[in-house]
């Protein structure tokens, strides 16, 4: 069973800097994607990263392109989401999340989640 171990986020000025990681274990990861979700009260969960592990393929939508950037440590099985120029808008709890499969966009798509980190960004 993939499981998927976040750390990171807390509390930053608007402006600041945050990195959030995400472990993972239990699978092959050489044919998943993985991506990081954000949710913000009362609003749907959005994408805001997404890598296809064997290619090293990545995706930002708008919202956070130039600002956010994925990093990963093969070896040991570490996607890290690096988000800079933090914004109040920002502010969600966010989620790591893997999938079999090819890059998708969407949370369904995706199968196995991290428990959530929690991202506040202060104006």
């Known amino acids: 069973q993939v499981q998927l171990i976040e750390s990171g986020g807390g509390l930053v000025q608007a402006g600041g800097s945050l990195k959030l990681s995400c472990a993972a274990s239990g699978g092959t990861f050489r044919t998943y994607s993985m991506a990081w979700f954000r949710q913000a009260p009362g609003k749907e969960r959005e994408l805001v990263a997404a890598i296809a592990w064997s290619t090293g393929f990545t995706y930002y939508p708008p919202s956070v392109k130039g600002r956010f950037s994925l990093s990963r440590d093969n070896a040991k099985n570490t996607l890290n989401l690096q988000m800079n120029s933090l914004k109040p808008e920002d502010t969600a709890v966010y989620y790591c999340?893997?999938?079999?499969?090819?890059?998708?966009?969407?949370?369904?798509?995706?199968?196995?989640w991290g428990q959530g980190s929690q991202v506040t960004v202060s104006s």
């Open positions: 999340a893997a999938r079999n499969g090819i890059l998708g966009t969407g949370a369904p798509q995706y199968t196995f």
